[in-house]
């Protein structure tokens, strides 16, 4: 049986695209079909579905907040109300993309009860380049929430890696290949 996949990103060309996130997931998501039934959910201007090569993709409304911890709720929101009805109810893992998408998945694994996997590509903590402010520990305390409970937390490179050690007190596993990441779901399954 093949294992049906849930990604969460805020992120995914063409229709949302804020930086490399978006690419670095496509390319990830497309190399995971070959092997797996990948769905994947993001936020985009109109809501629908669509096939990007062999991943279901799903666009949920967006609208952006000049709060980013607002646009995490709101996301929370429009991705928990729809996901009902635009996934197959089999999946078997969510694996989601940085904080926001990383606490949706969270509340999908509880809700689902079925695992998550977390990839990170930076943290608060290199974002912010190790300044505090009220908005930056706010975000560090939803990363360190959503990271912490996922079965495994990836780490892209070894800056994330490294500072989710160090910052957040997270063991995570640094991935250097798709046959990395195709490992961790085999043990998954």
């Known amino acids: 049986m093949v294992l049906k996949v849930l990604h969460i990103s805020t992120e995914y060309p063409p229709h949302r695209v804020v930086g490399s996130l978006a690419f670095q997931v496509r390319d990830l998501v497309t190399r995971l079909s070959s092997r797996y039934e990948i ?18 993709v799903y666009a949920v409304r967006d609208m952006w907040f000049s709060d980013v911890v ?5 996301l929370l929101v429009e991705v928990s109300s729809r996901i009902p009805y635009m996934v197959p109810r089999d999946i ?13 998945a969270k509340v999908l694994s509880q809700r689902l009860k079925i695992p998550y ?10 974002r912010s380049g190790g300044i505090r402010n009220l ?31 160090r910052d957040y007190g997270i063991e995570a596993l640094e991935i250097k290949s798709i046959e990395d990441v195709e490992k961790i779901y085999d043990n998954v399954q």
């Not at 996997?117 to 290199?126: G, K, N, P, R």
């Open 39 to 56: 769905h994947l959910v993001h936020p985009a201007g109109f809501e629908g579905s669509y096939m990007d090569g062999g991943v279901h």
């Open 70 to 74: 607002a646009y995490m709720h709101f």
């Open 92 to 104: 078997g893992l969510i694996h989601s993309h940085d904080w926001i998408a990383s606490v949706i």
């Open 117 to 126: 996997i977390a990839s990170v590509y930076s943290t608060e903590t290199m």
């Open 135 to 165: 908005l930056n520990l706010a975000i560090m305390d939803w990363e360190r929430y959503a990271f912490s409970s996922a079965l495994y937390v990836i780490a892209h490179n070894r800056p994330v890696y490294d500072s989710l050690r």
